[in-house]
């Protein structure tokens, strides 16, 4: 192990008990979707404590940061995420991303001036359906990177990403109130109107390919059993392989929709709640290099089938890894037969199986960090 490595492992190790109190403490207090302002404020403490230089507020973004130090030629940018679900808390494990990433950049920060680094640490809000990455893709972030990365929880360690691109909508029909046994003619029911689309969806399936996603949950379809529902809303994904394939068939997912509005008088609105998220773009060599570092750590890679399927959960890092070169591994926690998204595997999200996967994630994108590095250097390692 060289001793540029050797150095990035003490100082993320050093950080230790720091960076699993700060992933303790996300886990204990989670925020959704751009309601991240606790978050957002201590995530980058340890940062700034160690001289990065931090902006909040990121790009007119409340809940966005970015903390910078260095000022080499190759720069490395790693994306903290720290938004929590809906009902679920960290059940995706977004505590343990934050502090990875955090970790990593501390342990590259002790070695930046030595080979030649420019740190950029993201603070990347609303990743669970609202699109952060995009809006701060959009505003200017990201631009000229050399490297981004992140590492992800999951059951097991998957080297690559291969997310789904993937819509998010609101859907919202409105229709008229009645009494529902003395006047039901008078009424135009909000909630039939979503019945009739998810059984129009239903149909639609077996027409779509075998990888496309349709899924979504009916959020308020009505108040009072002896009323007719005159409002209904839901959120709805359409995932499919790629951009171009997801824009072939989310016309199609939308005409059921249009469909529950046709079938019972009430009017539609179709709100998108962010950019459609994109495939991921994965840089070989960079994977090459931390797949290989993961390894040195005593990581086990496990092979494709059920166990490995969080790798096609989608990301708006995938749209970073249209712009800028860009890895998105997951590291496992050991939570079998948990899965993300599952109570179950929040408890996981926390823990000693939890804290080893949050310290070997910060060292293998730290030392990834110093492999690029060295390349950009023209330097074998």
């Not at 490995?308 to 749209?319: C, E, F, K, L």
């Amino acid at each position: 192990m060289s001793a540029l490595k050797e150095a990035a492992r003490q100082a993320v190790e050093r950080h230790a008990e720091e960076l699993i109190g700060l992933s303790e403490r996300l886990h204990a207090d989670p925020e959704t979707a751009w309601e991240e302002h606790r978050a957002a404020a201590a995530v980058p403490e340890l940062l700034d404590r160690a001289g990065f230089a931090v902006t909040s507020s990121y790009l007119g973004l409340d809940t966005a940061f970015l903390a910078r130090s260095g000022s080499g030629p190759v720069r490395i940018a790693l994306c903290a995420e720290y938004d929590a679900l809906p009902g679920l808390g960290h059940a995706c494990g977004h505590n343990l991303i934050a502090a990875s990433s955090i970790g990593a950049a501390l342990g590259l920060a002790a070695l930046a001036d030595d080979i030649g680094l420019t740190l950029e640490v993201y603070g990347t809000p609303a990743e669970e359906g609202g699109g952060g990455k995009i809006e701060m893709l959009d505003r200017g972030a990201f631009a000229g990177a050399d490297l981004a990365m992140m590492v992800h929880p999951a059951p097991v360690d998957v080297a690559e990403a291969r997310p789904f691109a993937v819509s998010h909508s609101k859907i919202s029909y409105t229709g008229k109130s009645a009494h529902a046994a003395a006047y039901p003619e008078a009424g135009v029911n909000a909630a039939d109107a979503f019945t009739v689309a998810q059984v129009a969806i239903g149909l639609l399936r077996q027409q779509l390919p075998a990888s496309a996603r349709v899924h979504g949950v009916v959020t308020h379809a009505g108040d009072a059993p002896n009323a007719i529902p005159e409002q209904s809303t839901g959120r709805w994904y359409v995932r499919a392989e790629t951009l171009a394939e997801l824009a072939e068939l989310e016309p199609r997912v939308m005409r059921a929709f249009e469909a529950g509005a046709l079938a019972t008088g009430c009017d539609l609105e179709i709100e998108p709640e962010s950019k459609p998220y994109a495939e991921f773009r994965t840089d070989e060599t960079a994977l090459g290099h931390y797949r290989a570092n993961a390894l040195a750590l005593g990581r086990t890679f496990a092979p494709p089938g059920q166990a490995a399927r969080m790798n096609r959960a989608s990301t708006d890092m995938g749209n970073v890894s249209q712009v800028v070169p860009a890895i998105h591994p997951y590291i496992g926690v050991g939570s079998l037969p948990a899965t993300n998204h599952q109570h179950e595997f929040a408890a996981y999200c926390v823990g000693g199986t939890a804290q080893r996967a949050l310290l070997d994630g910060a060292i293998a994108l730290a030392w990834t960090g110093v492999d690029r590095s060295m390349a950009g250097r023209g330097t074998a390692m």
